[in-house]
């Protein structure tokens, strides 16, 4: 049973790091939108959807033939993961830490430097070179594109850790600004909470490579 649950954790990793920099780079988007996404890295791809609001979001995701959900409401400092097919949950709580890792964007010194618009799946997007260093000495670099309503549509970047290199992809496509359902940020009915102590932060930890 619990292998099961964990199996869709292994992409967690890339997907929370893209999320963060799509946020940092959201941190002033006050649209609603949903849209298909496509996150590629090393270990292979990801494919979702997104729903997002300026103080909570969606993500819908399918890894190995098994469905994950992971809701972030930031409006109550609470991540859930859930997991339908197993009608249970897991629960974070969103708190500051003294030990920034990977996925927390105030850890990074972020540059970004527009290079002009660009033409993206038939929309004219706003692109711009991007550099985020870590606290740590780590860094990633590459290219962002956004619309005019500052969502980023796709991102090529290159992260560069202890001498290795690591490649990775995000794309958003059929983007639909609007507002969207307040029940789908909620826990869906029939879910039950798996309590797994320290494990699932532990495992957490694991795939940033801490």
Known sequence: M??????????????LLVAGTAT???????VEYSADQVIEAEDGAMKGRIFYTPTKERREMNQGGQNMIMIT????????TVMPEE??????????????DKTDMSAYKIEQTPVGQ???NGVNMN??????????GSKMG????????GIMAK????????????????????????????????????????????????????????
């Open 73 to 80: 409401r930031h409006d109550k400092k609470v991540a859930w």
């Open 142 to 149: 590459g290219f962002m594109w956004m619309t005019k309503e």
């Open 127 to 136: 692109k711009s070179k991007i550099i985020m260093t870590h606290s740590s």
């Open 24 to 30: 940092a780079a959201e941190e002033k988007l006050n």
């Open 155 to 210: 991102i090529d970047a290159i992260s560069v850790e202890k001498g290795s290199k690591d490649r990775f992809k995000m794309e958003q496509t059929n983007i639909k600004v609007g507002k969207q359902p307040a029940d789908l940020f909620e826990l869906p009915r029939g879910v039950e909470k798996m309590d797994m102590g320290g494990m699932g932060m532990e495992m957490m930890k694991g795939m940033m490579g801490r």
């Open 2 to 15: 619990v292998t099961r649950l964990i199996m869709p954790l292994v992409a967690v990793g890339a997907l």
């Open 118 to 120: 660009e033409m993206l």
């Open 87 to 100: 009608h249970m949950y897991m629960e974070m709580a969103m708190k500051p830490s003294a030990d920034k």
